[in-house]
């Protein structure tokens, strides 16, 4: 495949609906505010990008629309959204958002971080083994049909191109669209939520360029096994790819 064909505007068609299904459970209000953030923080809707109208997300959630501009305005206190008044107005997420808990300066690189515990990496690690293998397995067993199978391609091409102050939310998007593929709806927020565990570990470690290199060159191997559904080797190859992730957290954080 050439990626000089790939094609769609980077983002184009990954939908932010992956996150924003019907909330369940009695805590609407708090749930609404996790699928908001987690949205966000995951880059499925990106900084100045706006959100659905009102009536749809609200629609999208099921939750009323009281309970949705409770929850939007909680977060744009928090500094995660912006609401805009007017002809084009609406909300938006925040051109920058609040900075991660955890701030890799603060420790020196190959100090152990003081609020990050082996325990706490060995439970993100062996989650995401267990999801993200899994799901790229199945994925690459399923008959994909030509609008996914382009989505695919043009989200690695995304992550390729990404430079350094955006990859982490492509590389994100990537991963959570590969989980999306393996059709099970209830995997997409267990995958949001590893995926924000790990993102707080990673922002506490260097950005290394060589590893996104080589990341990329990875991301690759797992999307060319998908699209040619062949699981064994999409799966292996998840695996060597998150197991590199896994060298460099336990090697700074540890």
Known sequence: MSRQNS????TAGLSSDLLLGPVSGTNTFEETVQRLLQTVRL???APGERLPAERDLAAQLGVSRDTLREAIGSLAGAGYLISRRGRYGGTFVSDVLPSPPVVAAETPAGAPHPSITAEEIDDVLTLRDILEV???RTAAGRVLSPPERELLWSSLVAAADAGADEYRRVDSRLHLYIGELA????LVPLLADVRMRLNELLDAIPLLMPNIAHSNKQHEQIVI???TGRPAAAAEAMREHLGGTALLLRGFLE
């Open 7 to 10: 094609v769609p505007p980077p």
């Open 43 to 45: 880059g499925l809707i």
């Open 134 to 136: 899994g799901a790229a």
């Open 183 to 186: 059709g099970s709806p209830s």
């Open 225 to 227: 096994a998908i699209l």
